[in-house]
């Protein structure tokens, strides 16, 4: 094997995958576990993950831990973490909501 710029290449020429590559993978593959959990399109379930930081706190940081789990199990952790932080960030929302309603009521 040899190097080559997107991680290691084999002597018949198949280029290995990088260690980026792989997460990008992984990542690919829970979006669309969840689209199809959801039966909605893997954008939408791209878009929620993305909005609510799921890539960023859960998805590559975990990476090493969640891959040697069952595709099932993932699937099943990903709904969770999407379902308890958008209902974090919907309530947030609330409260800035009403902040703003309340220092609108006392402007002259």
Known sequence: ?????????????????????????????????????????ATDVYDR??????????????????HTQSREIITEDILEALRVREEKLKTNQKVIDECIVYVESYKI
């Open 1 to 41: 094997m040899r190097n080559n710029p997107t991680g290691l290449m084999s002597d018949n020429g198949y280029a290995y995958p990088s260690e980026t590559q792989l997460r990008n993978i992984f990542a690919s593959s829970c979006v669309e576990s969840v689209a199809r959990r959801l039966q909605v399109p």
């Open 49 to 66: 993950m993305k909005r609510v930081e799921l890539f960023r706190d859960l998805i590559y940081p975990c990476y090493d831990t969640l």
